[in-house]
């Protein structure tokens, strides 16, 4: 597609349970980021692939936190045992090449209440 | 400390007016992007400046860098009230990792 598709735009869970988020990148763009933003602050980078490879997880928790990117499937950011302090929106981005003068687009992202 | 900070972190002024916005880094850089981010949507990229270039216009945005300041600012000029939202600039390094500030808030008033 056109846009980078994020989907649920809404997910609440209860603390403990497991949330599992989507994002379809842009058609033709291989490489995928993941961001946090906790109350309409800075954008905390998560994870980045090129294709299905993780290219940089150096923001990733080490514990509950988990992404992938599967051929022909949406990539996807899970968490295991949720907590209270992972509540936020968390924002996909795909680029047509990686790390280089291009930007990056952002899908709408998915806000996470853990209750 | 955070690269890219960006000051002041909320800012109202009246439509028409003209508004700037300024963002300091702490690392070398290889550019500067500036993003804009309406209510409840994701980020939208405005303009990017090289770390070579010092001035970059893209209709009503202008944008500077002072890279021996380690700064760079955005102005909008002549605001609308479409203009209402949060802009964050962000930094990619000699590591390519990009790096968001924490936004300015930007309100324009009828």
């Known amino acids: 597609g056109e846009e980078v598709a994020q989907t649920p735009k809404h997910l609440v869970r209860g603390e403990g349970q497991k949330a599992k988020l989507y994002c379809a990148p842009i058609?033709?763009?291989?490489?995928v980021f993941w961001y946090q933003q906790v109350l309409k602050n800075e954008f905390k980078f998560l994870i980045s692939?090129?294709?299905?490879?993780?290219?940089?997880e150096t923001g990733m928790p080490k514990e509950r936190f988990s992404a992938k990117c599967l051929p022909n499937s949406p990539c996807s950011l899970e968490i295991q045992a949720t907590k209270l302090e992972d509540s936020a929106v968390y924002f996909c981005?795909?680029?047509?090449?990686?790390?280089?003068?291009?930007?990056?687009?952002f899908g709408d992202g998915t806000r996470l209440s853990i209750l | 400390s955070q690269q890219g900070e960006e000051d002041p972190q909320a800012l109202s002024i009246q439509e028409g007016e003209n508004a700037t916005m300024n963002c300091s880094y702490k690392t070398s850089i290889n550019n500067l992007q500036w993003y804009r981010q309406n209510s409840g949507r994701g980020l939208v990229h405005l303009i990017l400046i090289r770390s070579n270039e010092r001035e970059k216009h893209s209709g009503r945005l202008r944008v500077t860098l002072d890279t021996s300041k380690k700064s760079s600012s955005l102005l909008i000029t002549a605001s609308r009230a479409a203009d209402t939202a949060s802009y964050f600039c962000a930094t990619r390094n000699r590591d390519d990792k990009i790096i968001f500030g924490k936004g300015t808030r930007l309100h324009i008033l009828p």
């Open positions: 058609k033709g763009h291989s490489y």
């Open positions: 692939f090129q294709n299905e490879n993780v290219f940089d």
């Open positions: 981005a795909s680029s047509r090449v990686g790390y280089s003068n291009q930007p990056q687009h």
